[in-house]
């Protein structure tokens, strides 16, 4: 059987704090990488000059950039809480166990970000007047989908490890 | 992981948090003043504009950059930045809105349209703090430029005092020759306006106008005015918003017709905004005789501590008394 990152504790730990950290930095970071994204590639800015949009917009009136981002890291930031207490206490003596939380939690990450910025890109991307109730509803809509995505890496690993 | 391991990570989760919190706190209110001061001084108009508005949000502690501000809205700089930083400063200080309005009134009268533009530009942003302004407005609301009197019709609709004036004034741009100065004057009256026997016949024609957007506007006008909203509905508004000034303002287009919002006025002159004892003061003013139980408080308020406050007290004051029958 091949050997992954949650048959050792060292790496399952590092595996673990990668994954923590990930979320917490992801959730904060994903409206201002998107904001600097669609200003280079839909308004032609130099990244140099979308970085300077966003330092100069992070605390505008209407704009609001930090409480965004913000806003946007609450679901990160719940979930990162509990894999580190859904991981961390795992028992070390169950690798099958740990392969699953482990594929689950993964596949949560990942759902989020691809699910925030998808969103945060398309809001930028075709803004409108009403486009910022989406930063209202994304925590909701991230919350939700935080089951959803743990049940589905669970349910690929006890197929992939059975 | 041991329960040490976790205990860190969580600790340095409420650290991030912390710091988060802190940079927060010290870019928002009072405390971001000296660095937005320093943004109107780059010379950069975005960063400029932006300060502006930064300030404009903050309100009276933003009171430091009322010089900057006044340099910057009376100087030789953008018609942009002007306005910006004239918008910015009636909520932080009314005496130093007037004097940018004391230096743009004789503007009006320059033999340059764009002067001419500007000046009316300016004026508009300072809202309806630049009451005064509003006779020398309407000296040039037939002036042969069309972009000054389509300005001149923008700046009285945001200043929107004395009201009769106003609507007077908006009236007449209805039936001017082009389209931008009529849609200028029919949009104050379809969001929310109150239209006069007058001005509804100026109104009535307008829904066959050639230009969709001004007939389109026209309906919405006479709809408005079929279905005007009530006075109750504003001063909900007042008790909700953290904005007060719209609905003071709509209240001071009602006239006499708000004078069952008079108490939430009368205690809306101790406001801690002195651009709300403003607007307060000014909407019993246009009340008329049907503000007299606000007499006491308005009394009250010629002691106030902005000189603009106070002048506008005396002001309803006069108004009450001398409309009595």
Not at chain 2, 162 to 168: A, I, K
Request: net charge neutral.
């Amino acid at each position: 059987m091949r050997s992954t990152a949650t048959d050792s504790p060292r790496r399952f730990t590092m595996l673990t704090l990668v994954l923590y950290w990930t979320s917490i930095l992801s959730g904060l970071t994903i409206p201002w990488i998107a904001t600097i994204a669609v200003d280079v590639a839909k308004h032609d800015q130099s990244l140099a000059g979308a970085v300077r949009q966003l330092s100069l917009h992070l605390f505008a009136p209407g704009y609001n950039l930090f409480i965004i981002a913000l806003i946007n890291a609450i679901p990160f930031l719940m979930f990162a809480v509990f894999l580190l207490f859904h991981l961390g206490l795992s028992p070390l003596d169950d690798h099958h166990l740990r392969r699953r939380r482990s594929a689950g939690v993964l596949l949560t990450v990942i759902g989020l970000i691809g699910f925030s910025l998808w969103t945060h890109v398309t809001t930028l991307w075709q803004a409108d007047a009403q486009a910022a109730l989406a930063y209202l509803f994304l925590p909701f809509l991230l919350l939700v989908l935080m089951p959803i995505c743990y049940a589905f890496g669970r349910a690929l690993s006890a197929l992939a490890f059975r | 992981m041991t329960f040490r391991q976790i205990s860190f990570n969580l600790g340095a989760l409420g650290l991030l948090l912390a710091l988060l919190g802190l940079v927060y706190w010290q870019h928002t209110g009072a405390r971001a003043v000296p660095g937005l001061i320093d943004a109107l001084q780059t010379g950069d108009l975005q960063t400029q504009m932006l300060a502006a508005q930064g300030l404009r949000h903050i309100g009276q502690p933003a009171q430091p950059a009322v010089p900057a501000l006044i340099e910057l809205a009376i100087g030789q700089g953008r018609s942009s930045i002007q306005i910006e930083a004239a918008g910015a400063l009636p909520p932080i200080d009314l005496s130093a809105a007037r004097k940018v309005m004391v230096n743009w009134l004789p503007k009006l009268q320059d033999p340059d349209p764009q002067v001419r533009r500007d000046a009316a530009a300016a004026l508009g942003a300072l809202g309806p703090v630049a009451k005064p302004a509003v006779h020398s407005l309407l000296g040039i609301a037939t002036d042969p430029n069309t972009i000054v009197r389509d300005r001149v019709v923008r700046a009285l609709a945001a200043i929107a005092l004395p009201p009769e004036l106003v609507t007077r004034g908006l009236t007449q741009a209805l039936q001017d020759p082009e389209w931008t100065v009529r849609y200028a004057a029919i949009s104050p009256f379809s969001f929310g306006g109150v239209l006069t026997p007058e001005s509804l016949a100026a109104v009535r024609p307008l829904i066959h106008d050639p230009i969709e957007m001004v007939a389109r506007l026209a309906q919405s006008a006479l709809a408005s005015a079929d279905h005007p909203i009530p006075v109750s509905v504003h001063i909900f508004s007042l008790d909700q918003g953290s904005d007060r000034t719209l609905p003071l303002l709509q209240l001071a287009k009602l006239g006499p017709r708000a004078a069952e919002a008079v108490p939430k006025l009368a205690s809306l002159l101790s406001a801690e905004r002195p651009l709300e004892r403003y607007l307060a003061a000014s909407t019993l003013e246009s009340v008329g005789p049907g503000a007299l139980q606000a007499v006491p408080a308005l009394q009250r308020t010629l002691a106030d501590p902005d000189p603009i406050v106070r002048e506008a007290a005396a002001e309803a004051l006069h108004s009450i008394e001398a409309r009595r029958p």
